[in-house]
């Protein structure tokens, strides 16, 4: 873990901050994409999971492409210097204006998740006198057998169209004359680590593009989302998940033709290269006996345990006391769930001590906000240190 090492050189930095280790998501890139190559198959960068520039910067050199979520990501990823061509855009409620700006830009594809915004799609794409290319979200209803908050392709879900919606509007869909559907879009959920639900996933995906090849539909790839969880616990086991796993199962069992099969990868690409480091503030024990460490992060850096009760490892990084005990990890937001974690046993931590918040990379500073009026956090890269 890269903050033990740097400890010292980390005390006199203003807390809190991301600290990236640019090495790690190197050898993470580098196996993703060497490993991916060998199957034919390409990589997306979901870039919701961080924006950071550097990050971005070097998650370009190894020739991702990028996956979007909003208008702004789309314009995000251009300004990092991403080729539009290489941007596909799914999201289930776009606004006007940014399906007009993904057009403009002609990026890769939409990915559309309801009947009307293919209407719409086409509406606005007639306007700019082009036809675009699209992909469906499908809604594959599959368990990805993760956190529920996480989940996005149950049948009940938000994202993708359902196949009987599809199925019951084939005529309509074909009948638009400014989009044309060149691909098939699924993405199940987020921090899989069971990896049979990727054999499912290939299973369903060839059923849909089956049917959809049927119905008419000449499709030119299959995008099978994100999803490949990383090492919360021990994250010092795993620095690197599993893609070569995910290529291999999906080798095995999606049987799509020639056509090309693309990923969109998030937390495990920058997942484990990053780290939140705090300062504690304050102890104190509550009427209850509850031994409270109040460090200088909150939710308004790192949202994610207060908003799925997801798990970080924490550690305090510049503790010498050899004696263990169990804090509560508490944070200076003005909100009862704004505790990072409970029952940790760390050496005894006294003010001033810095602590890390592990696999911090994905999801955290991209949800940052300034709620309280607080700051946002800064980055620290290993290789400016
Ligand atoms: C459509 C889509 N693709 C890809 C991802 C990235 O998922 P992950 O970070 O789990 O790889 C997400 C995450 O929410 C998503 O919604």
């Given at each position: 873990m890269l903050?033990?090492?740097?400890?010292?050189?980390?005390?006199?930095?203003?807390?809190?901050?991301?600290?990236?280790?640019?090495?790690?998501?190197?050898?993470?890139?580098?196996?993703?994409m060497s490993m991916a190559s060998k199957y034919g198959y390409k990589v997306h960068y979901a870039i919701k999971a961080n924006y950071d520039p550097r990050l971005l910067q070097i998650i370009r050199e190894y020739g991702l492409g990028i996956d979007c979520a909003s208008g702004n990501e789309v314009r995000c990823a251009i300004e990092a210097g991403f080729d539009p061509k290489s941007i596909v855009y799914a999201g289930v409620g776009k606004r006007d204006k940014e399906i007009r700006y993904a057009i403009e830009q002609n990026i890769y594809a939409i990915n559309c998740e309801s009947i009307e915004e293919l209407h719409?799609?086409?509406?606005?794409?007639?306007?700019?006198?082009?036809?675009?290319?699209?992909?469906?979200?499908?809604?594959?209803d599959i368990d990805p057998k993760t956190n529920h908050c996480i989940d996005t392709g149950q049948a009940d879900s938000k994202f993708g169209i359902s196949y009987e919606e599809i199925l019951s509007s084939v005529e309509d869909i074909k009948s638009l004359r400014n989009i044309e559907v060149v691909g098939m879009h699924i993405h199940i959920g987020s921090q899989i680590r069971e990896l049979h639900v990727f054999e499912n996933m290939c299973n369903k995906a060839n059923v849909i593009v089956e049917n959809l090849t049927k119905l008419g539909f000449e499709l030119e790839f299959v995008d099978v989302g994100g999803g490949l969880g990383i090492n919360y616990d021990m994250p010092e086991n795993e620095p690197i998940p599993n893609f070569a796993s995910v290529f291999a199962i999906t080798k095995q069992h999606l049987k799509v033709g020639e056509r090309e099969v693309h990923?969109?990868?998030?937390?495990?690409?920058?997942?484990?290269?990053?780290?939140?480091?705090?300062?504690?503030?304050?102890?104190?024990?509550?009427?209850?006996?509850?031994?409270?460490a109040i460090v200088d992060a909150s939710m308004t850096e790192l949202i994610r345990p207060a908003l799925y009760g997801s798990y970080h490892n924490i550690e305090n990084i510049t503790s010498e006391e050899s004696q263990?005990?169990?804090?509560?990890?508490?944070?200076?937001?003005?909100?009862?769930?704004?505790?990072?974690?409970?029952?940790?046993?760390?050496?005894?931590?006294?003010?001033?001590?810095?602590?890390?918040?592990?696999?911090?990379?994905?999801?955290?500073?991209?949800?940052?906000s300034r709620y309280n009026q607080h700051d946002l956090p800064g980055a620290v890269y290993s290789d400016e240190l």
């Open positions: 903050s033990r090492q740097v400890a010292e050189k980390l005390t006199k930095l203003e807390t809190p901050f991301y600290l990236y280790d640019v090495a790690l998501l190197r050898q993470t890139l580098e196996s993703a719409l799609v086409d509406e606005l794409a007639r306007e700019a006198g082009r036809v675009v290319d699209v992909a469906l979200r499908v809604n594959p990923f969109e990868f998030g937390r495990s690409l920058v997942g484990q290269c990053g780290e939140l480091i705090t300062r504690v503030l304050f102890n104190k024990t509550t009427a209850t006996g509850r031994r409270l263990r005990l169990k804090y509560t990890i508490v944070g200076t937001a003005c909100e009862s769930t704004d505790v990072f974690d409970e029952n940790v046993s760390l050496p005894i931590t006294k003010r001033g001590d810095l602590l890390t918040i592990k696999s911090a990379g994905a999801y955290g500073m991209s949800m940052a």
